[in-house]
């Protein structure tokens, strides 16, 4: 390891932010030199899992309140639920991303979606997600 590699490291443990910074500096000059490339790639990769992470978790709220809509007989959250979808579709708009689109896997939100309905109510559920990505990023109906 080069001697600016050992300082850029040593600052990315002690002062994220500015190492940051300095990253940022270094990309804008192009000074190839002063990148930190493991690093960076590190958080390159970091920041890619957690946009899909944050898709999914929006998806999973989408899908336990539409769930809990459709298949439970519960009357005074329902204007709740619907108000919580809403909320979570412009959430997941300003998220979605046509390269993070392409990532989307229903399976793992519909799951975990799944599991937390049937922790709460004593329903039959499908085993798989019936609703298409379509259908939970155009949900708007607030009225009862």
Not at 24 to 39: E, F, S, T, Y
Not at 81 to 103: G, Q, S
Not at 108 to 132: D, F, G, H, I, M
Request: glycine share 2%; net charge negative.
């Amino acid at each position: 390891m080069n001697k600016a590699a050992k300082v850029s490291d040593s600052l990315y443990e002690t002062d994220y932010f500015l190492w940051l910074e300095k990253q940022a500096i270094a990309i804008r000059k192009r000074d190839v030199g002063g990148l930190d490339w493991d690093n960076l790639l590190e958080e390159l990769e970091y920041l890619g899992r957690e946009q899909v992470n944050a898709v999914n978790s929006l998806l999973k709220q989408i899908i336990i309140h539409r769930l809990k809509l459709d298949y439970t007989s519960e009357i005074y959250s329902r204007h709740h639920w619907k108000c919580e979808i809403n909320a979570f579709i412009d959430d997941l708009e300003d998220k979605l991303t046509n390269a993070i689109i392409n990532k989307v896997d229903q399976k793992k939100p519909y799951t975990r979606a799944r599991r937390a309905v049937l922790e709460q109510y004593s329903v039959n559920l499908p085993q798989n997600c019936p609703y298409s990505l379509d259908e939970l990023m155009t949900y708007m109906e607030v009225n009862d």
